[in-house]
C-alpha cells in the first residue's frame, strides 16, 4: 500500500534526446507527487510536482504525465542535456508538506 | 536565504558507540522530517515532528534511534550503540506544513560511516 516504484533504474540518453522515467503507485490516498533531482553528495531538490486534478504539467524542458486511473506517473525531459545527468527520484505523499514515499531512483547518464 | 542546514557532513564511528546528528530547518518552518538514504536507494522515511511534537516515528527502524526538537527549530538525531547496517545518508527536510503551503526542502545530509 505504501510502495512507490521507479523504473528503470538507469538511463543513457544522447545529448538532444528525451529521457523517460516511470513510476507506479499503490496507495489511493496519495495526492501529491513530486520529482526530485539529486546530485552526488547534495540532498534531492524539488523539480516539478503534480496533483492528480490535472494529467499533465510542464515546467521548461520537465514534464509530469499523471494516469490516475493506472496509478501511474512519469518524467519526461526533453532536449536531454550532460548538465541533466544526475539521479531522478519520484515520490507520493498526501500533500504538499508532508511525508513523502520515495521511489528507488533512476540515475540518468547524458552523453554529450 | 538558508537553507536546510545539517552538521556534521561526515561521522565516522566505531561499532557501538553513539551518534548524534543535527538539523537546522528553514527559519520558520514548522514540519522537520528525517530520513534515511542508504547508498543507491530513495530515501527512506524516519520521523516526522510538527513543532516540537513528534507526531510519527514509524520508521525508526529500532529502538537505537531518537530523534528530539524540543524547541519547535533544531532537531538532533541520535542513534545508540551504531551498527554497521546504520551506514547510510542522513537526510533533513523542513516545510512550512501539510496542505498546500510549500514543499519538503532537503538539507545535504550527514553521511554516516559505521566501521
Known amino acids: 500500500q505504501q510502495q512507490v516504484k521507479q523504473s528503470p533504474q538507469s538511463l543513457i540518453v544522447q545529448k538532444g534526446g528525451i529521457s523517460i522515467i516511470n513510476c507506479a503507485y499503490e496507495?489511493?490516498?496519495?495526492?501529491?507527487f513530486p520529482w526530485y533531482q539529486q546530485f552526488p553528495g547534495k540532498g534531492p531538490a524539488l523539480l516539478i510536482a503534480i496533483r492528480p486534478d490535472v494529467s499533465e504539467k510542464k515546467e521548461g524542458r520537465f514534464t509530469i504525465s499523471f494516469n490516475k486511473s493506472a496509478k501511474q506517473f512519469s518524467l519526461h525531459i526533453m532536449d536531454s542535456q550532460p548538465g541533466d545527468s544526475a539521479t531522478y527520484f519520484c515520490a507520493a505523499g498526501p500533500n504538499q508538506g508532508g511525508k513523502l514515499i520515495f521511489g528507488q531512483g533512476t540515475e540518468l547518464s547524458v552523453k554529450p | 536565504g538558508a537553507g536546510v542546514s545539517q552538521s556534521p557532513r561526515y561521522k565516522v564511528a566505531k561499532r557501538g558507540q553513539d551518534v548524534a546528528l543535527r538539523c537546522d530547518p528553514i527559519s520558520g518552518h514548522v514540519s522537520l522530517f528525517w530520513y534515511q538514504q542508504a547508498l543507491g536507494q530513495g530515501p527512506e522515511f524516519l520521523t516526522y515532528f510538527q513543532n516540537e511534537a513528534q507526531l510519527d516515528k514509524s520508521g525508526l527502524p529500532s529502538d537505537r534511534f531518537f530523534a528530539e526538537r524540543p524547541e519547535g527549530s533544531v532537531s538532533t538525531l541520535k542513534i545508540q550503540r551504531t551498527q554497521q547496517e546504520d551506514s547510510a545518508v542522513y537526510l533533513c527536510?523542513?516545510?512550512?506544513?501539510?496542505?498546500?503551503?510549500?514543499?519538503?526542502?532537503f538539507g545535504n545530509g550527514t553521511r554516516l560511516t559505521v566501521t
Open positions: 527536510a523542513s516545510s512550512s506544513g501539510g496542505g498546500d503551503n510549500s514543499p519538503l526542502h
Open positions: 496507495n489511493t490516498a496519495f495526492d501529491y
